[in-house]
């Protein structure tokens, strides 16, 4: 299992937005402003590299909870940076507090949940599930 993971453990993600991170690549008649789900993502990502150097050879962390809230809009071009930091752990389910930062502004907030996993025994138990 992970080495234990301190309460306060940090990771972060950056991207540039481009036109695939906004509402107008998923339908023409939205606004080309950076997505909520791209947010989450770069949250996740975030989250993440917070979690991965703890991990064992073997394992990752994958997502289990998303509570977010997306405040304010970005263009094109705006540099977006996600941050993670460790709030707690449960026993299995780790909780982090994540934002996310526009040029200008906090753009979202909120919480992410992980847990660490054995990546080939995942892997394998998806292989058995039907589709």
């Known amino acids: 299992m992970a080495k234990s993971i301190p309460i306060g453990a940090r990771g972060e993600a950056q991207e540039a937005v481009e036109f695939k991170h906004t509402l107008t690549a998923h339908h023409p008649d939205l606004p080309p402003v950076y997505s ?15 979690l991965h150097p703890y991990c064992g050879r073997d394992e990752i962390t ?26 707690s752990f449960d026993g299995r389910f780790y909780t982090l507090r994540v934002t996310a930062r526009d040029d200008a502004q906090e753009i979202g907030r909120g919480t992410v949940g992980r847990a660490v996993v054995n990546l080939r025994q995942f892997v394998e138990k998806m292989k058995k599930q039907p589709l």
Request: avoid cysteine; aromatic fraction near 2%.
């Open 36 to 50: 909520t789900p791209d947010m989450i993502r770069l949250m996740e990502t975030a989250a993440f590299h917070a």
């Open 62 to 87: 994958v997502g289990t909870s998303i509570n977010i809230e997306h405040r304010a809009a970005s263009g094109i071009g705006a540099q977006i940076k996600a941050e993670a930091v460790l709030e």
